[in-house]
């Protein structure tokens, strides 16, 4: 009896040029600049300040807010990474109680003197004190009736 032996055709091998998904995360290299991490490709969200750049994009995301001042927490300066307006190069906003230069003083060089009342006193009704108490009023007003009823009397 006679044996029969099939031939598949030639055997196909992963090619050492070809790129292949390392990870399987749907990103083959060099777009995947971490072919051995799947949560590292181009479509991952990016984590601020840690280092790592899982968006592949080129860098890790420093500067948050979009300012142009990379955070503290990355080795920057900017003190505020989630408000645009504030940065080392931002103006001192007056009164607002922030650090909006980020030099570490708040309101710095600011006046607390209020232009129109300089010696800084200032009532509002419910705070200011009554031109006469209305109970004295009351009293002094039943005497004077009181003396002219006796001097009429």
């Excluded at 040029?17 to 949560?39: A, K």
């Amino acid at each position: 009896m006679r044996e029969h032996t099939y031939d598949s055709g030639p055997s196909v091998h992963a090619s050492p040029w070809l790129p292949v998904d390392g990870d399987g995360d749907g990103f083959e290299p060099p777009i995947d600049c971490d072919d051995g991490d799947e949560h590292i490709n181009p479509d991952a969200s990016e984590v601020p300040y840690n280092g790592i750049d899982e968006d592949c994009d080129g860098a890790d995301l420093s500067d948050v807010d979009g300012d142009g001042w990379d955070a503290e927490e990355a080795g920057g300066l900017d003190c505020a990474d989630v408000n645009a307006g504030i940065h080392p190069d931002a103006d001192e906003l007056c009164d607002d109680g922030r650090d909006n230069d980020c030099d570490g003083a708040v309101d710095e060089g600011c006046s607390s003197v209020d232009p129109t009342n300089p010696g800084g006193l200032s009532w509002t009704c419910a705070h200011a004190p009554a031109p006469f108490p209305p109970l004295a009023a009351l009293l002094l007003l039943g005497l004077a009736i009181r003396r002219g009823s006796a001097s009429r009397g």
